[in-house]
């Protein structure tokens, strides 16, 4: 078709239309006439205790206004890096700190709060150290620990315990030697929501610092050479499939989902007898178990040792708090509004005491008062006591590690569980990601 | 197709439809050829989506063609897009035929079959995830043996479950198409047929089906083109899992660009996308283009 003068003009004629379609997707961005903005995760009941410090702070501020704006979690991930790789992100970030925190430092889109944190030395203090590993990144702070901390625990129906006769686990054997025994009685022995990947995850990371101690993990963070291929990797890689030949997990945790709930359903109604999950699960079995928790029936214990590991039993793994960090291209006063919301607005009395009341640990030191009037005062005092005594407390590796080393992870943990890869290819695929 | 064009249509005069096409062209161009070139500039460069796009000539290019994830990806892609043919097409002009008649039971069984095809992918694959679950699904819940299998925890049992749910889907769609064809057919020639004394199912490999030619065309290029492009429905029933097992070449993309945060690598993979899809419909068109004077639809 030959081009005429009339096409032409068509085209001319389109071009505008196609410009104000692409104008229509910059409206969105944050203002920056007053004040600062802050986007966080929706959902009850973390949202309504999130919007609450946020409404006490501008009532209390009437000069210096916060404006906040919720997403859903997935959505959020997405949201938030194509924000900031636009420079339209928020005041305030909220995140997971880690290995996406060091990614945003990396591409200077955030605050360096380092010098600050040391003018509020009192306020520093007034957190759960163990927070700020993963709020910095190479010796300089980038993120003020906010909320609530969250380890993993191993739970167990106390039910199906006495049912087998059983006595839960205090050691790695232990765990082999209940295998067989709950199985015999048409029980799984684990539940694991296999398919969302994290859950398997968490296996990993206690069987590598059980048997080798946070530094294996830790050299592997750092890209140390060959650092998968450790004898105590490898060792703890090959107790996991021995674990997994002996049928140790649910049958197709390859497609139970973690956020269906299916795996927390599996322990409370009994069909499971254990499961190593965050410590939000106690709220979801509270939530939805009927009187699992308030009959007693619900056990929860830290990770048993491996015979012969050099890991210490204080260690835990999970997440140490969330994090809020500064957007770089942020006005100078925005930036001000949001450093005075971190002195005076985020874990004030009120929100810790919302908090404690939704059956989570904030990560403010000195609340055992507060833990121990609790409804929940049991298991808060035990989160409460493993966070604040772990001598080392290992973020979730797919938080730690950046964006791209976690998917090889994740992708090769599957394949881990399936029994597809050895123990070997596993190291080899990792090593090629971290050291990279 | 200018050479075709008679005298008489040449001496018309120039109307407004060129103006007429303008907003389907700015769409077009807006949503489809713009991004288009944007993916075909990322896809030679490093990005993580957050940083500076840093431009790295062909290394996302190297980095994606050395890795065997995409061959595999391809393979399942191709597996996926042979076996859901397979599959939907005689079910499909075999429904679409017998939904031809005009008996009133047909008419309503038509409507029935066509309830899938109101349902989004999503609501689809929540659904048959919820069935299949090994624990609380079907099988389990009401304690048949033969349903209550891991269905989506088996790298093969998984992929036919994929299949299975494609199809569920898509065979509406395709036996309407049919029906239509079916019901364009002259009735001339099955009653010279009949006279003939061709049963019933001569018939139907004799008339039926050459007629169909077009329409069976027309089919399996949304059928395969559309299977380049399923995302939704394995995202949401196995997240291209077990391992990756069912992990296509859209879900591979996704999984590239948006969790591993590697946009140069994704780009490269949408580019093979884009030229796998435009080939397989260009050879498709080229099959159903050679004798044009074949089928006796009345007024074709």
Not at chain 1, 344 to 359: S, Y
Request: net charge neutral; charged share 15%.
């Amino acid at each position: 078709m030959a081009l005429s003068r009339r096409t032409l003009l068509g085209l001319a004629a389109a071009v505008p239309v196609s410009a104000a379609l692409t104008a229509c997707g910059g409206s969105s961005g944050p203002g920056k006439s007053t004040g600062a903005t802050y986007w966080y995760l929706n959902g009850q009941p973390q949202e309504g205790v999130r919007s609450g410090a946020v409404k006490a702070f501008n009532k209390a501020h009437p000069d210096t206004q916060i404006k906040d704006t919720t997403f859903q979690n997935d959505a959020y991930k997405t949201k938030i890096k194509t924000a900031i790789g636009a420079g339209e992100a928020p005041t305030i970030i909220w995140g997971w700190g880690g290995g996406t925190l060091r990614a945003y430092a990396e591409a200077g889109q955030v605050e360096d709060l380092t010098s600050w944190f040391g003018e509020h030395d009192a306020l520093k203090k007034s957190l759960f150290p163990s927070s700020f590993g993963a709020a910095t990144v190479d010796g300089k702070i980038y993120a003020m620990p906010c909320e609530t901390v969250q380890p993993i625990i191993l739970y167990y129906n106390r039910k199906v315990f006495d049912q087998v006769g059983a006595k839960p686990p205090e050691s790695w054997d232990d765990i082999m030697a209940l295998v067989p025994k709950f199985k015999n009685k048409g029980i799984a022995p684990f539940s694991l929501g296999g398919q969302s990947r994290w859950t398997n995850m968490m296996w990993l990371e206690f069987l590598f610092d059980r048997i080798g101690g946070s530094e294996v993990f830790q050299a592997a963070i750092e890209g140390e050479k060959n650092a998968w291929s450790h004898p105590d990797a490898i060792k703890a890689l090959t107790k996991l499939q021995e674990l997994v030949e002996a049928g140790g997990f649910v049958k197709g945790f390859s497609s139970i989902t973690a956020d269906s709930n299916a795996d927390q359903a599996l322990l409370y109604t009994g069909r499971a007898a254990m499961m190593l999950h965050g410590a939000w699960s106690y709220g979801i079995q509270q939530a939805d178990g009927g009187d699992f928790v308030s009959s007693g029936s619900l056990g929860y214990m830290t990770f048993p040792p491996v015979e012969g590991g050099k890991g210490d039993l204080s260690d835990t793994v999970g997440n140490p708090a969330q994090y809020l960090s500064i957007s770089s291209k942020a006005s100078a006063e925005e930036k001000k509004v949001a450093k005075e919301y971190f002195a005076k607005g985020v874990l004030q009395e009120e929100e810790v005491k919302q908090w404690i009341g939704n059956g989570s640990v904030p990560i403010k030191l000195g609340t055992e008062k507060l833990l121990a009037a609790s409804d929940n005062a049991e298991f808060l005092q035990f989160t409460y006591d493993i966070a604040s005594k772990a001598k080392v407390f290992v973020q979730s590796w797919d938080q730690a590690l950046s964006p791209t080393a976690a998917e090889t992870l994740l992708d090769n943990i599957v394949k881990l569980f399936q029994l597809s890869i050895s123990p070997k290819e596993f190291a080899t695929n990792l090593n090629a990601v971290t050291n990279a | 197709m200018s050479a075709v064009t008679g005298p008489a249509q040449r001496r018309r005069p120039r109307s407004a439809l060129p103006w007429l096409a303008t907003p389907a062209l700015v769409l077009f161009v807006g949503f489809a050829v713009v991004p288009l070139i944007g993916v075909f500039a990322l896809s030679f460069t490093t990005w993580d989506g957050i940083g500076s796009i840093r431009a790295t000539g062909l290394t996302s290019w190297r980095k994606v063609l050395t890795d065997p994830g995409l061959p595999h990806a391809l393979w399942v892609t191709f597996l996926v897009m042979a076996v859901s043919w397979a599959v939907q097409t005689p079910l499909s002009i075999l429904l679409g035929t017998f939904l031809a008649g005009r008996q009133r039971y047909r008419a309503v069984l038509g409507v029935v079959y066509l309830i899938p095809l109101m349902l989004s992918s999503a609501a689809i694959a929540l659904a048959y995830k919820a069935l299949l679950d090994p624990n609380f699904g079907l099988g389990a819940g009401l304690d048949i043996q033969a349903l209550s299998r891991d269905w989506l925890g088996r790298p093969g049992l998984a992929f036919g479950v994929v299949i299975f749910v494609v199809s569920w889907q898509f065979i509406p769609f395709h036996s309407l198409i049919y029906q239509g064809g079916v019901q364009q057919i002259p009735k001339s020639l099955y009653e010279a047929a009949q006279l003939d004394g061709a049963g019933r199912v001569r018939q139907f490999f004799s008339i039926t089906l050459p007629q169909l030619k077009y329409t069976i065309i027309t089919s399996s290029t949304l059928m395969v083109v559309g299977s380049l492009t399923f995302f939704d429905l394995i995202f949401i029933l196995t997240e291209g899992g077990p391992g990756d097992a069912t992990r296509v070449l859209a879900l591979d993309m996704y999984k590239r660009g948006f969790q591993a945060s590697l946009m140069g690598p994704a780009s490269v993979i949408a580019v093979i996308l884009v030229l796998v899809g435009l080939g397989l419909a260009l050879l498709l068109r080229r099959l159903g283009g050679r004798d044009a004077g074949a089928s006796q639809l009345e007024g074709a």
